[in-house]
């Protein structure tokens, strides 16, 4: 039996099953681009970086987990920092790795650590980074998303979640969207 509901001749959704008395459907299918879970993760633990470094590493607690429900979903990870530089010739950037691969932030005298905030600005503001990732994994897949403190500087220190004075939180939201 297949139950079609519809709205404006469009069909937001298919359910197939033997009968209604079966109880739960054996199987559910959503639409390509159906929202299927959404995981967030909110923290205040500082980071800080100081010196002469042209590279990125986790921000502490910066990090979620997501179980894929269906094979080859998309995760669409967001992810927004208050980021206060102190000093003019010091930069700093949001990069994003997904278990042991990184998706985004390049490192060296010749990556992108000094194209975020900063370069010329001392201050606070906020950053965001969005990425669509097509990790390609099977259904029950564990997928772990961590944020990225990129610093890139000849003088002075780039900070995340700085103080009470500032917007002193970050998040990172997964949402995980039917293929």
Request: charged share 10%; proline share 3%; glycine share 10%.
């Amino acid at each position: 039996m297949l139950l079609r509901k519809q709205r404006n001749n469009m069909a937001i959704d298919k359910i197939q099953t033997a009968s209604m008395e079966s109880g739960v459907p054996s199987k559910a299918q959503m639409p390509s681009g159906s929202v299927l879970q959404v995981q967030v993760v909110q923290w205040s633990t500082p980071s800080t970086r100081t010196g002469t470094l042209q590279n990125y590493v986790d921000l502490p607690d910066g990090f979620k987990a997501i179980t894929t429900s269906v094979a080859n979903s998309k995760i669409l990870v967001q992810i927004q920092v208050q980021i206060y530089n102190d000093n003019v010739a010091c930069a700093a950037n949001l990069g994003l790795r997904r278990d042991t691969t990184r998706l985004a932030g390049i490192d060296g005298a010749t990556g992108n650590g000094w194209s975020g905030h900063g370069n010329g600005y001392a201050g606070a503001q906020r950053m965001c980074l969005d990425y669509f990732d097509s990790p390609n994994a099977a259904a029950g897949t564990t997928l772990v998303y961590a944020a990225l403190h990129g610093h890139w500087t000849g003088a002075g220190s780039s900070f995340i979640n700085y103080s009470s004075t500032y917007t002193n939180y970050s998040t990172m939201i997964l949402t995980e969207i039917a293929p």
